[in-house]
């Protein structure tokens, strides 16, 4: 409701270009990249409802600190915590979730997840057209407030089922490992290491959705904030609409096969933006790209899922923030793509930069295979080795 018109926001009341604006929207982005594992190695060691509950209480007062907010520095510092509660919230969930469901359901429990939210996101946007762009400060208000009801809300249920939820997790899964230890073990993950290489690529052209393109409408196309408005709807319901059924087609599919349609659906989306100034294509650009969304966003969770051991589970999700840096530089490269050669060839760079995720991909889940096949061939090695023993016996 809020966010999404926060560079349009800053536009009209602050005195920041559109580079400097893109930048402060990127700060949340970096601080998640940089807290992200953090987060996620705290919710290993001491629990997730603990982490969880405090990040969104904090998150509560971000918003209501934006609404206050008068002076450059307090948005750049609130953008910063903003980014900081969202990488302790949002791998800690996921991992919840990853804890408690059997493996052949997490794709369709991560793509429940992502049908939650856009299911406000639905809502949202037509709500943020108002508060957000005419009545300005209300937006970060009413969100702060419903940020707060919820915090209450998983903090009660947390608490109902917290012997159920104890009882669905491993003595493996609650190894705990500290944070220099956890942290040699992601960096020595070659896969890891490539995935989180193509997710920051694909997150470049999608950060283009909150900040560089709301601002190139305003400023090029008539009643352009009515359009983006009508975009962000366009994109969550279709999400809505779409998300199960392609969900239960991606179960059936490798899970490279998705990232890569993906990725390619993402650019197209981008093309469509940088052909030209109609509503239509803006449209068509916007379906294209979300069904793209659809197929990464929850195939990425179940990716870093099949990468992680039971105990480093929120390491991973954690880690898995890194791919934030393309949130971060997207905005300002966008920013000054859009500002040196114009919208037709900077969102047409931007599309590029997304192809190129494609073969970040490919290597981390050949990376991935190649681990797993030698895995099976020491297990298999191990079983023969104590056949023996006991036919010796």
Request: proline share 3%; hydrophobic share 50%.
């Amino acid at each position: 409701m809020s966010l999404p018109f926060l560079t349009i926001y800053l536009a009209q009341h602050t005195k920041m270009d559109p580079v400097l604006a893109g930048l402060t929207v990127g700060l949340g982005p970096l601080a998640g990249t940089i807290c992200g594992f953090v987060g996620g190695n705290l919710s290993d060691q001491f629990g997730r409802r603990t982490v969880m509950v405090a990040a969104m209480f904090l998150w509560a007062g971000v918003y209501i600190g934006f609404a206050v907010a008068e002076q450059m520095f307090f948005f750049m510092l609130l953008n910063l915590l903003n980014g900081v509660c969202r990488s302790f919230f949002e791998p800690t969930s996921q991992a919840l979730m990853a804890d408690i469901t059997p493996p052949e359901r997490r794709i369709r429990v991560f793509g429940f997840r992502y049908l939650a939210i856009n299911v406000g996101a639905v809502i949202g946007p037509l709500i943020g057209a108002v508060t957000g762009i005419l009545a300005g400060k209300t937006a970060f208000l009413i969100t702060g407030t419903v940020y707060f009801v919820y915090a209450w809300l998983l903090l009660l249920m947390l608490n109902r089922y917290r012997h159920d939820l104890a009882s669905r997790v491993t003595q493996a899964d609650r190894e705990r490992v500290g944070m220099r230890a956890a942290f040699q073990v992601v960096r020595n993950d070659a896969a890891l290491r490539f995935f989180l290489a193509g997710a920051i690529l694909a997150n470049i052209g999608y950060a283009q959705i909150d900040t560089t393109l709301p601002l190139y409408l305003k400023q090029n196309v008539m009643n352009g904030e009515l359009l983006f408005s009508m975009l962000l709807a366009i994109n969550a319901g279709l999400v809505v609409i779409l998300q199960m059924i392609l969900t239960r087609w991606t179960e059936k599919r490798p899970i490279l096969q998705s990232l890569l349609i993906g990725t390619i659906l993402f650019a197209a989306g981008m093309g469509c933006f940088a052909v030209g100034q109609h509503w239509g294509w803006f449209v068509i650009g916007m379906v294209i790209l979300t069904v793209g969304e659809i197929l990464i966003f929850p195939t990425n969770s179940l990716f870093i899922d099949r990468l992680a051991p039971n105990h480093l589970r929120g390491t991973y999700f954690g880690a898995n923030g890194f791919q934030g840096l393309g949130w971060f530089m997207g905005p300002s490269l966008g920013g000054w793509l859009i500002h040196q050669l114009g919208g037709h060839w900077g969102f047409a760079v931007i599309g590029l930069v997304v192809i190129c995720a494609m073969y970040f991909y490919w290597m981390g889940m050949r990376v991935y295979q190649s681990r797993s096949c030698e895995f099976l061939q020491e297990k298999s090695a191990v079983s023969s080795l104590v056949t023996e023993e006991k036919l010796h016996i």
